[in-house]
């Protein structure tokens, strides 16, 4: 008699995987554009910085990263007592969706979106309610207002939403928020604010100091470069902070992160000027792809959507023989980080023989 096994969670049994934007086989060469990550290395103060900090790894770090909250305060004008770091942001979304939502709660999610939502909200316990985004991969902020119920805690909007790369315009949220309950917590996940050029894009820290129930999660990972050491943060009303902060998992960012994160947010300017670049190269790549016929959303984020439907994932082996690694997601379209020049070269010649192939 074969003794029972231990019995999975149903919601966790049915999750979802999340898919690891595709890694070049050890030895191979290829142009990794399928993480939205920072293609530039961390600057060499920073390197220095987490040399220094590998040292102390015998220590466990300081639990509350208050060197780095402190800064975090100063730079965005906030309280620290509304700063709560951790590791990554997607964890610290995890650490939100716990802190207010009980088992049936719902939290509505925008769809196509960041593929951690559903995971993150079912392993909360709550039921995620996608609502679709537009055929120009935009929010449907106007639906999503209306997505809410009695069992709604929260709202999450992308913006810009990754993958289509659109951000939300400030007036559409202000609706939004208007419409909602004020006991309905609205997460603003701007994890690539930096990179946004849309004059009609809401300033964040605007909409939090008008409205009691939103959150805003930002991260370390993109535009700092430092995806590796897992650093993010959300910036809250001290109370909320608080119920954030006690759920996180103890001491979340190691020592190296903080340090790290401490010495890049000191080079803002010069981390800037990268991220000016990126953006430059995200309109020769959007120009590039237009002149070649494409029709594509417009991004504010490091990444720019091929809408390719069934052929997302054909498109990815074709670039990949070309060498350049690309993010499919299956029956809807492929999303292509912004990388180095010579990259955005070899994706366009990729895209050209597949208009050419179209229109043939
Ligand atoms: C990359 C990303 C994050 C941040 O992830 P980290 O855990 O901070 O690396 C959060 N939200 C979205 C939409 C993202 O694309």
Same mark, same amino acid.
């Not at 792809?289 to 074709?318: I, K, Y």
């Not at 070309?322 to 499919?328: D, I, N």
């Given at each position: ?15 979802? =995987?999340?898919?690891?934007? !595709? ?6 060469? +290829? ?42 305060? !100063? ?16 964890? *610290?979304?995890?650490? *939100?969706?716990?802190?207010?939502? +009980?088992?049936? #709660? ?28 537009? /055929?120009?991969? @935009?929010? /449907? ?36 928020? =208007? ?15 930096? %990179? *946004? ?11 939090? =100091? ?7 999660? &930002? ?15 959300? *910036?809250? @009303? ?7 902060? !006690? ?10 992160? $903080? &340090?790290? +994160? ?7 300017? $010069?981390?800037? #000027? ?25 991004? $504010? ?16 082996? /074709? ?9 499919? %997601? =299956? ?30």
């Amino acid at each position: 008699m074969t003794p029972r096994p231990v019995p999975l969670r149903p919601a966790v049994a049915d999750l979802p =995987a999340y898919v690891p934007g !595709a890694r070049a086989p050890v030895g191979a060469a +290829a142009y990794k554009l399928s993480s939205n990550e920072n293609p530039y290395p961390p600057l060499p103060a920073v390197v220095a910085a987490i040399a220094d900090a590998a040292a102390d790894a015998n220590r466990y770090p300081d639990m509350y990263a208050t060197e780095l909250t402190a800064a975090l305060a !100063a730079t965005l004008g906030v309280a620290p007592e509304s700063v709560v770091t951790g590791c990554g942001s997607v964890a *610290v979304l995890g650490h *939100v969706l716990v802190a207010v939502c +009980a088992a049936g #709660d719902e939290v509505v999610i925008p769809w196509r979106s960041f593929e951690a939502y559903p995971i993150a909200v079912a392993v909360a316990g709550a039921t995620a309610v996608p609502v679709p985004v537009t /055929d120009d991969g @935009r929010l /449907d902020l106007v639906a999503m207002a209306a997505a809410v119920t009695e069992r709604t805690r929260v709202v999450v909007v992308c913006t810009p939403n990754n993958p289509t790369g659109p951000a939300v315009r400030a007036d559409e949220l202000e609706t939004l928020l =208007a419409a909602v309950p004020s006991d309905v917590l609205v997460v603003l996940d701007e994890a690539y604010v930096e %990179f *946004v050029r849309d004059p009609h894009a809401p300033d964040g820290l605007a909409v939090l =100091a008008a409205h009691r129930n939103v959150v805003l999660l &930002r991260t370390f990972s993109k535009a700092y470069g430092l995806a590796g050491l897992r650093v993010g943060y959300a *910036v809250a @009303r001290p109370r909320l902070a608080a119920g954030i902060r !006690a759920t996180s998992t103890p001491f979340g960012v190691s020592h190296v992160a $903080q &340090r790290a +994160a401490v010495v890049s947010l000191g080079a803002t300017a $010069q981390l800037m #000027d990268r991220v000016e670049s990126v953006v430059a190269e995200r309109a020769r790549l959007l120009d590039g792809l237009r002149r070649q016929g494409w029709t594509v959303p417009d991004s $504010q984020a490091n990444f720019v959507w091929l809408p390719l439907g069934d052929r997302a994932a054909a498109f990815a082996a /074709d670039a990949a023989r070309a060498g350049v690694l690309v993010r499919p %997601f =299956a029956g809807d379209g492929v999303r292509v980080s912004v990388g180095e020049p010579e990259a955005t070269d070899l994706l366009l010649d990729v895209t050209a023989d597949w208009s050419e192939r179209r229109s043939a």
